[in-house]
């Protein structure tokens, strides 16, 4: 079943107590007590739910009200749409529309308000003094559930759906806060959203903020369990979070350029792709001028970028300085060699995903480039058991192989490239119109040079 | 290019019946609206006589003029104000002086104008935004001549010279202005640090207008729409008003956390207080708006700010009292304690009505004479309307009707009506 839809919904919810004696018995159920009353009132009548950039807002506890007529509880899902104001009042890039239909979900905004003119009682106001000395906690709760539906979908199942989300979410948190609080030291409760494979779907997992991935192992191992996921690869890291369509990624690099392409339409052959999320990262980037040297640099910032967004480090993907340095460190390359413009190679690339990302690699060498048509099996396997971006040097240029399409009875094969050496701008529509990420037949490669292969392994852990 | 001045007749009425002694001043104050094209005036009060607490005070100046106690013409304009619901406020001064002191009374005006203004905006929880009318008018009245000049001050800029202005009087200024009312629940929890009285007046006042951010940054919905854009707002269609504000009840935390990434507050913030504060409860909030042409957001802000006020000043009165009191006994004992509670009370111009807060040992005889002193008005008690409401378990009478309630709720017939000589409060500010 494919969901047309995310409602996503979002609010900072302050968690407010005061604790006596923060190392006491009681102090337990005060907190407890301070999520029972956030429990009720997101459940009571004057809960509202507006959807973002629109007029539309939505008593959801109340038997469904709205502020648009048209909107009611047994509308579909979808008609919220036409009442949704676009940011950009429509897409600019017409030619863009062979893009439309691979952006997956739409996702619709919300955000939580509370009604404070519906007073539930008449009370006369008052102030009430305490004097004894407290602790008083106060700490954002970041509030932000997402639910996959179908266009068809009742508009109430889903607000229904949400304010369930929201408790449930809620309570997530006072397990979290509880298991983590130290004294009077609390730690903000973050969700993260993860898109498991069917029929878990899309879920939400609420981790103690500042408490590193790596003491969190024993949590995802419990999830791995519980939601039957592969226990060799990581699918609960926070660089694993979903990724919502509508949301810019904030460091400007590309994603996935590959997927806007269409592949070729070989007898007989088979797709094998790169797994997951990379950054396409190429020549002149970050303020480097590497025109002409950096291009092996370059493929292996785009290999660091996808074992950093499939969750297996935390590191930031390494600069040229970082990783000439790298390679300096492993006694490869004599101190001089940081700040140079030489080149570097698969092998080069090999050491420094070791030395930095603790990541091993393979290395498969070619004698000639016409041998690379040979080599389908080897790749179709690396793809489908590593999925990872392959480096590729030889002649005087590197590139990246992100997956082959290849035929195991007639050998014929097609590679798809994603070329480094591009001094553009972000720009997806030349991108792939000019073929600079792109499907390259054999004789794309220098047919008398020899070759060698980087292909990167994954590291079995979750 | 001045501004213009419509005023009620009734105000006309009022300040030709004004008395002084021959060769003495009268010193008053101007209430309405003003809106960014025309003003309108509805109210016109002279200053009360204030009782003197010692020995007369011997003339010092050398003209009548310097006898004007500014001190206590800018403390009536401040009761006064506390006093205006939402969408009015103290628009200016008048000053009737002998003939022979006309010339100096304008100088006399600026120095009233603008010292009124400073009092009045202390401790007040909002601030003024671009598209506010900053001008405030002085109207000199001559008393033997009758003659009235009127000019205005910016008072948003200290060197700014008088304009001239108009000023025309018109029946009826403000029968047909629309009325918006809502009950706004208020629940604040202050956190109290430090023990003097001085550490409560601040975190009281810091708690507050983190409140008060939240109230100005909160949807307002009219008859169900959000009031944000100029859509006129058409007199008689004002059915529903609401406020819908953002979850998160401190605006100080959101603002943190929305510039920041979110991983980046990964703890939460612990003072160790000496104890707390909770002002929990309902208000009822009004505020009138012009019909001439006006613009939803503008009576959306008019309502904003009174709720804003209202909570305010209650806390503020009720914080003096404590003062005056318990003297420096505040901040050390415990308990809940109810807050003054608003009542109106039909103004002199009809249409629009005053308020007024009660505290638990008062009576409607109390407010009938505080609204007599302020605001120069006779008001029969059955007229003030008390919207009073549930406590530990009574009924609730309410009704938001300016006209009738004869409610007499359960609370006021067994209080017995305690003879205390009217509060003036004494304006101790945070």
Same mark, same amino acid.
């Given at each position: 079943?494919?969901?047309?839809?995310?409602?996503r919904?979002?609010?900072?919810?302050e968690?407010?107590c005061?604790?006596?004696?923060?190392?006491?018995?009681?102090?337990?159920?005060?907190?407890?007590?301070?999520?029972?009353?956030?429990?009720?009132?997101?459940?009571?009548?004057?809960?509202?739910?507006?959807?973002?950039?629109?007029?539309?807002?939505?008593?959801?506890?109340?038997?469904?009200?709205?502020?648009?007529?048209?909107?009611?509880?047994?509308s579909?899902?979808?008609?919220?749409?036409?009442?949704?104001?676009?940011?950009?009042?429509g897409?600019?890039?017409?030619?863009?529309?062979k893009d439309?239909?691979?952006?997956?979900?739409?996702?619709?905004?919300?955000?939580?308000?509370f009604?404070?003119?519906?007073?539930?009682?008449?009370?006369?106001?008052?102030l009430?003094?305490v004097?004894?000395q407290?602790?008083?906690?106060?700490?954002?709760?970041?509030?932000d559930?997402a639910?996959?539906?179908?266009?068809?979908?009742?508009?109430?199942?889903?607000?229904?759906?949400?304010?369930?989300?929201?408790?449930?979410?809620?309570?997530?948190?006072e397990?979290?806060?509880?298991?983590?609080?130290?004294?009077s030291s609390?730690?903000?409760?973050?969700?993260?959203?993860f898109?498991?494979?069917?029929?878990?779907?899309?879920?939400?997992?609420?981790?103690?903020?500042?408490?590193?991935?790596?003491?969190?192992?024993?949590?995802?191992?419990?999830?791995?369990?519980?939601?039957e996921?592969?226990?060799?690869?990581?699918y609960?890291?926070? %660089? $694993?979070? @979903?990724?919502?369509?509508?949301?810019?990624?904030?460091? /400007?690099?590309l994603?996935?350029? +590959?997927?806007? *392409?269409n592949?070729?339409?070989?007898?007989?052959?088979?797709?094998?792709?790169?797994?997951?999320v990379?950054?396409?990262?190429?020549?002149?980037?970050?303020?480097?001028?590497?025109?002409?040297?950096?291009?092996a640099?370059?493929?292996?910032?785009?290999?660091?970028?996808?074992?950093?967004?499939?969750?297996?480090v935390?590191?930031?993907?390494?600069?040229?300085t970082?990783?000439?340095?790298?390679?300096?460190?492993?006694?490869?390359?004599?101190?001089r060699?940081?700040?140079?413009?030489?080149?570097?190679?698969?092998?080069?690339?090999?050491?420094?995903?070791?030395?930095?990302?603790?990541?091993?690699?393979?290395?498969?060498?070619?004698?000639?480039?016409?041998?690379?048509?040979?080599?389908?099996?080897?790749? %179709? $396997?690396? @793809?489908?058991?590593?999925?990872?971006?392959?480096?590729? /040097?030889?002649?005087?240029l590197? +590139?990246?192989? *992100?997956?082959?399409?290849w035929?195991?009875?007639?050998?014929?094969i097609?590679?798809?490239?994603?070329?480094?050496?591009?001094?553009?701008?972000?720009?997806?529509?030349t991108?792939?119109d000019?073929?600079?990420?792109?499907?390259?037949?054999?004789?794309?490669?220098?047919q008398?040079?020899?070759?060698?292969?980087?292909?990167?392994?994954?590291p079995k852990?979750? | 290019?001045?501004?213009?001045?419509?005023?009620?007749?009734?105000?006309?009425?009022?300040?030709?019946?004004?008395?002084?002694?021959?060769?003495?001043?009268?010193?008053?104050?101007?209430?309405?609206?003003?809106?960014?094209?025309?003003?309108?005036?509805?109210?016109a009060?002279?200053t009360?006589?204030r009782?003197?607490?010692?020995?007369?005070?011997?003339?010092k100046?050398?003209s009548?003029?310097?006898?004007?106690?500014?001190?206590?013409?800018?403390?009536?304009?401040?009761?006064?104000s506390?006093?205006?619901?939402?969408?009015?406020?103290?628009?200016?001064?008048f000053?009737?002086?002998p003939?022979?002191l006309?010339?100096?009374?304008?100088n006399?005006?600026?120095?009233?104008?603008?010292?009124?203004?400073?009092?009045?905006?202390?401790?007040?929880?909002?601030?003024?935004?671009?598209?506010?009318v900053?001008?405030?008018v002085?109207?000199?009245?001559c008393?033997?001549?009758?003659?009235?000049?009127?000019?205005?001050?910016?008072?948003?800029?200290?060197k700014?010279?008088?304009k001239?202005?108009?000023?025309?009087?018109?029946?009826?200024?403000?029968?047909?202005?629309?009325?918006?009312t809502?009950?706004?629940e208020?629940?604040?929890?202050?956190?109290?640090?430090?023990?003097?009285s001085?550490?409560?007046?601040?975190?009281?006042?810091?708690?507050?207008r983190?409140?008060?951010?939240?109230i100005?940054?909160?949807?307002?919905?009219?008859?169900?729409?959000?009031?944000?854009?100029?859509?006129?707002l058409?007199?008689?269609?004002?059915?529903?008003l609401?406020?819908?504000?953002?979850?998160?009840s401190?605006?100080?935390?959101?603002h943190?956390?929305?510039?920041?990434?979110?991983?980046?507050?990964?703890?939460?913030?612990?003072?160790?207080?000496?104890?707390?504060?909770?002002?929990?409860?309902?208000?009822?909030?009004?505020?009138?708006?012009?019909?001439?042409?006006?613009?939803?957001?503008?009576?959306?802000?008019a309502?904003?700010?009174?709720?804003?006020n209202?909570?305010?000043?209650?806390?503020?009165?009720?914080?003096?009292?404590?003062?005056i009191?318990?003297?420096?006994?505040?901040?050390?004992?415990?308990?809940?304690?109810a807050?003054?509670?608003?009542?109106?009370?039909?103004?002199p111009?009809?249409?629009?009505?005053?308020?007024?807060?009660m505290?638990?040992?008062?009576?409607?005889?109390?407010?009938?004479?505080?609204?007599?002193?302020?605001?120069?008005?006779?008001?029969?008690?059955?007229?003030?309307?008390?919207?009073?409401?549930?406590?530990?378990?009574?009924?609730?009478?309410?009704?938001?009707?300016?006209?009738?309630?004869?409610?007499?709720?359960?609370i006021?017939?067994?209080?017995?009506?305690?003879?205390?000589?009217?509060?003036?409060?004494?304006?101790?500010?945070?």
């Amino acid at each position: 079943t494919v969901c047309d839809f995310i409602f996503r919904l979002k609010g900072i919810l302050e968690f407010a107590c005061q604790l006596d004696n923060p190392n006491g018995v009681q102090s337990q159920s005060t907190i407890s007590k301070s999520f029972q009353d956030l429990r009720s009132k997101v459940t009571s009548k004057n809960i509202v739910f507006t959807v973002c950039n629109s007029p539309v807002l939505i008593w959801p506890n109340t038997g469904f009200q709205s502020s648009v007529e048209s909107l009611t509880e047994a509308s579909a899902c979808g008609d919220i749409l036409q009442w949704i104001e676009s940011d950009d009042g429509g897409s600019k890039k017409s030619s863009k529309k062979k893009d439309k239909k691979k952006s997956g979900p739409t996702v619709v905004n919300m955000k939580l308000l509370f009604e404070v003119t519906e007073p539930a009682g008449n009370t006369a106001p008052s102030l009430i003094r305490v004097s004894t000395q407290q602790h008083c906690v106060k700490m954002p709760l970041p509030l932000d559930c997402a639910l996959s539906v179908t266009t068809d979908e009742r508009l109430e199942t889903v607000c229904t759906g949400l304010v369930e989300a929201l408790n449930k979410q809620l309570a997530d948190m006072e397990e979290v806060v509880l298991q983590y609080r130290k004294g009077s030291s609390f730690l903000v409760p973050q969700p993260f959203h993860f898109q498991l494979p069917e029929p878990a779907g899309l879920i939400t997992v609420v981790y103690p903020a500042g408490v590193p991935d790596s003491q969190l192992q024993a949590v995802r191992e419990d999830l791995h369990r519980k939601f039957e996921l592969p226990c060799d690869r990581p699918y609960l890291r926070r %660089a $694993n979070a @979903f990724h919502f369509p509508d949301a810019a990624y904030k460091d /400007g690099y590309l994603r996935n350029p +590959h997927i806007h *392409l269409n592949p070729p339409n070989i007898e007989d052959a088979k797709l094998y792709l790169v797994q997951g999320v990379y950054s396409y990262h190429h020549y002149m980037q970050d303020h480097v001028d590497d025109n002409g040297w950096g291009c092996a640099y370059r493929s292996l910032q785009t290999i660091c970028s996808w074992f950093q967004q499939q969750g297996y480090v935390e590191t930031a993907v390494p600069t040229h300085t970082q990783i000439q340095q790298a390679l300096v460190d492993v006694g490869d390359k004599e101190p001089r060699f940081v700040g140079s413009r030489q080149w570097i190679g698969s092998i080069e690339v090999q050491a420094v995903l070791n030395q930095l990302l603790g990541v091993t690699s393979k290395i498969m060498f070619v004698s000639q480039g016409s041998e690379l048509a040979t080599k389908g099996r080897e790749l %179709a $396997n690396h @793809f489908q058991t590593e999925g990872t971006p392959v480096m590729i /040097g030889g002649g005087v240029l590197a +590139h990246t192989i *992100l997956g082959v399409v290849w035929s195991e009875n007639t050998g014929q094969i097609r590679f798809l490239i994603l070329d480094p050496h591009y001094t553009g701008g972000e720009d997806l529509q030349t991108i792939t119109d000019k073929g600079w990420c792109g499907w390259k037949g054999p004789e794309f490669w220098d047919q008398n040079a020899y070759y060698n292969l980087c292909l990167p392994q994954r590291p079995k852990s979750i | 290019m001045g501004r213009s001045y419509f005023v009620d007749e009734a105000v006309e009425e009022y300040l030709s019946g004004l008395q002084a002694a021959p060769g003495s001043c009268v010193t008053g104050l101007l209430a309405g609206q003003s809106s960014p094209q025309r003003d309108f005036v509805v109210l016109a009060v002279q200053t009360p006589h204030r009782e003197s607490e010692g020995q007369l005070k011997a003339p010092k100046g050398v003209s009548p003029l310097d006898d004007i106690d500014v001190e206590w013409v800018t403390e009536h304009a401040k009761q006064v104000s506390r006093m205006l619901p939402g969408g009015l406020c103290v628009l200016g001064l008048f000053l009737v002086t002998p003939p022979e002191l006309s010339k100096d009374a304008q100088n006399a005006l600026k120095r009233l104008i603008f010292a009124v203004e400073k009092y009045i905006i202390k401790g007040r929880l909002w601030e003024l935004s671009e598209e506010d009318v900053t001008d405030r008018v002085t109207l000199h009245i001559c008393s033997k001549t009758k003659k009235l000049l009127c000019k205005t001050f910016d008072v948003k800029d200290p060197k700014s010279s008088a304009k001239p202005a108009d000023w025309k009087y018109q029946t009826g200024i403000s029968s047909s202005w629309p009325m918006l009312t809502c009950s706004v629940e208020v629940d604040l929890q202050i956190p109290v640090t430090g023990s003097s009285s001085d550490n409560t007046d601040k975190c009281m006042k810091d708690g507050l207008r983190r409140w008060a951010k939240q109230i100005e940054a909160a949807y307002c919905l009219i008859n169900g729409r959000q009031a944000l854009d100029d859509s006129e707002l058409i007199s008689g269609q004002v059915k529903t008003l609401s406020f819908l504000c953002h979850v998160d009840s401190t605006f100080e935390l959101r603002h943190m956390f929305e510039q920041s990434e979110l991983g980046e507050r990964s703890s939460a913030l612990v003072q160790v207080c000496s104890g707390s504060m909770r002002v929990r409860g309902v208000v009822h909030c009004r505020a009138y708006i012009h019909n001439n042409k006006p613009k939803a957001r503008h009576a959306a802000q008019a309502i904003k700010r009174d709720i804003i006020n209202t909570v305010c000043s209650r806390v503020e009165m009720f914080l003096e009292d404590l003062c005056i009191n318990e003297g420096s006994q505040k901040g050390l004992c415990s308990g809940q304690q109810a807050l003054p509670r608003r009542v109106f009370a039909p103004m002199p111009i009809s249409g629009l009505s005053v308020c007024d807060y009660m505290f638990p040992d008062e009576s409607t005889a109390d407010v009938a004479e505080r609204l007599k002193e302020m605001l120069d008005c006779e008001t029969p008690e059955e007229d003030i309307d008390t919207i009073f409401s549930i406590i530990s378990g009574f009924e609730i009478t309410d009704s938001q009707d300016d006209d009738s309630s004869k409610h007499v709720s359960e609370i006021q017939a067994e209080n017995p009506k305690i003879q205390k000589p009217p509060k003036y409060y004494a304006g101790k500010l945070f």
